[in-house]
């Protein structure tokens, strides 16, 4: 009998101290959980780098933008790797090149490209952390088991409660569970066809004809469209930030806005040329002593992931992602090991294959275009590229001419200091072999690193040296 009793007190004693134990370390979690900011991804869709008034475009009001600005860091240099919605929205979420994610092209209808289901994805690894998880707007990357949200999970269910969008993101924001959340906002604007907010007029006479489009009535008309759709896109960012303050979570919210690829333009989206790929880029870390700052660091997109999970508090340091966290840059102006970036593209549309690999430095650019032997592929802009063309009798796309953006040699290199719009290919000037064959180098070695598919043309590229050897 006492044996019993000591047993049972044993097993008493036992089961208190597991409590203490369990509630320990659920308070500590707890702890740890509260303790971590709020994140908030603003991406809009097809924003060029210029196209906000804190980027010094004086035609377009952007206050929202302007407002993070003057609380956070602007990038000068951020850079997409893919210029297209869907390919470029899978780096965005995983850190990894999309021909490494398997995400290679868009993923609505008949296009069908979608991640590989091994991928882990940047909301599914907040979720771990604890985070509360909420997905707004445009979504355009697959499969959902990939880029898993929690209210999708919930929207899946039948008996879900339909509530306007503003209403699920007020009850997401105030929620005083103790849980941080990610909240990924996405905009349809200024992608086509534009829409405007309100009453906001901006005159086509007035704006400055970017460099890489033809100063026609058509195009300027075009383009104060699209000025008015980004203002658009702002308006929803500006009330973001007011309803963050009215529910005092400003001063604990991390805020990064940016776009996918560059303006929906001929020129710009769909080419790595610089107003495809170099884009807005602005992050608010409520917790940076310093305010305002203007950096120079060069951005990938591929570092979008590690550096939201790093200002999270989560240890990076064994995961692999071909970025990485710019959470040193963020105090700085000018940036120490940020001066080289990487692009890979390859699909827009199913019909529209066109790999590319890009490096890029301060100075050079070198593109490979490696299906250099096909025309470059227009899609659905194809008609109205066309009739452009033969309505206003052009030669020439703003300042490159039309035949040499419709037929691409097989490598441009381009001196950014000296031709900023990329127009004066020395990649077949026999000065300059010595760069062409230094970046390419680089590029091979991008391409082994980062499990290119596409390496296999480094093989021709080997082939063709050959033939040219033995048919001389």
């Known amino acids: 009998m006492n044996t019993l009793n000591d047993c049972g007190n044993f097993l008493k004693v036992l089961f208190c101290a597991f409590l203490i134990f369990?509630?320990?370390?659920?308070?500590?979690?707890?702890?740890?959980?509260?303790?971590?900011?709020?994140?908030?991804?603003?991406?809009?869709?097809?924003?060029?780098?210029?196209?906000?008034?804190?980027?010094?475009?004086?035609?377009i009001k952007t206050p929202g933008i302007d407002a993070l600005a003057e609380a956070g860091t602007r990038f000068t240099h951020a850079f997409c790797t893919s210029p297209s919605c869907s390919a470029s929205r899978s780096v965005i979420l995983t850190g990894l090149h999309n021909h490494a994610n398997g995400q290679y092209g868009h993923s609505h209808g008949k296009f069908h490209f979608s991640a590989f289901s091994n991928i882990k994805s940047l909301p599914v690894m907040?979720?771990?952390?604890?985070?509360?998880?909420?997905?707004i707007g445009k979504f355009h990357v697959a499969p959902l088991e990939v880029f898993q949200f929690q209210n999708q999970k919930e929207n899946s269910k039948e008996k879900t409660k339909k509530i306007s969008v503003d209403e699920r993101?007020?009850?997401?924001i105030s929620d005083d569970s103790g849980s941080p959340f990610f909240l990924y906002y996405c905009t349809m604007e200024p992608h086509r066809p534009f829409k405007r907010h309100g009453s906001d007029t901006i005159r086509a006479e007035d704006i400055v004809v970017p460099n890489h489009l033809p100063d026609i009535p058509a195009i300027r008309s075009d383009l104060a469209k699209y000025y008015m759709s980004a203002q658009r896109a702002d308006k929803g960012l500006l009330n973001l930030i007011e309803k963050l303050k009215r529910e005092n979570k400003w001063d604990?919210?991390?805020?990064?806005?940016?776009?996918?690829?560059g303006r929906p333009f001929m020129g710009a989206k769909l080419n790595l040329y610089e107003p495809g790929i170099r884009l807005p880029f602005v992050l608010r870390n409520p917790f940076q002593k310093?305010?305002?700052?203007?950096?120079?660091?060069?951005?990938?997109?591929?570092?979008?992931?590690?550096?939201?999970?790093?200002?999270?508090?989560?240890?990076?340091?064994?995961?692999?992602?071909?970025?990485?966290?710019?959470?040193?840059?963020?105090?700085?102006e000018k940036s120490i090991g940020f001066d080289t970036i990487y692009a890979s593209h390859t699909f827009h549309e199913t019909t529209m294959y066109y790999p590319m690999r890009m490096i890029r430095d301060r100075r050079y650019k070198l593109i490979w275009n490696l299906a250099y032997g096909q025309p470059f592929p227009l899609g659905v802009s194809a008609e109205r590229f066309a009739k452009l063309i033969k309505d206003n009798q052009l030669a020439k796309f703003g300042k490159?001419?039309?035949?040499?953006?419709?037929?691409?040699?097989?490598?441009?290199?381009?001196?950014?200091?000296?031709?900023?719009?990329?127009?004066?290919?020395?990649?077949?000037?026999l000065e300059y072999q010595h760069l062409v064959n230094f970046y390419k180098s680089k590029l091979y070695d991008f391409q082994k690193n980062t499990d290119d598919l596409w390496k296999v043309y480094q093989d021709y590229d080997e082939l063709e040296k050959y033939l040219i050897e033995i048919t001389k």
Not at 126 to 135: A, C, I, Q, V, W
Not at 169 to 172: K, M, T
Not at 252 to 261: A, G, K
Request: net charge negative; proline share 4%; hydrophobic share 35%.
């Open 252 to 261: 604990n919210t991390i805020i990064l806005f940016t776009s996918d690829n």
């Open 400 to 429: 490159r001419l039309i035949k040499d953006f419709l037929q691409r040699p097989k490598f441009e290199l381009y001196d950014l200091i000296n031709d900023p719009d990329e127009v004066n290919n020395l990649a077949y000037n």
């Open 290 to 332: 310093r305010h305002g700052i203007v950096s120079d660091a060069m951005i990938s997109f591929t570092d979008i992931t590690p550096t939201l999970l790093d200002l999270a508090g989560v240890d990076i340091s064994k995961l692999n992602f071909h970025g990485r966290s710019i959470k040193s840059q963020l105090n700085k």
């Open 169 to 172: 993101i007020d009850q997401f």
């Open 126 to 135: 907040l979720e771990d952390e604890g985070y509360r998880t909420m997905h």
């Open 22 to 59: 369990w509630s320990g370390t659920i308070s500590a979690s707890n702890k740890k959980t509260n303790n971590r900011p709020n994140i908030i991804l603003y991406v809009v869709d097809d924003l060029g780098t210029n196209d906000a008034g804190c980027y010094g475009n004086p035609f």
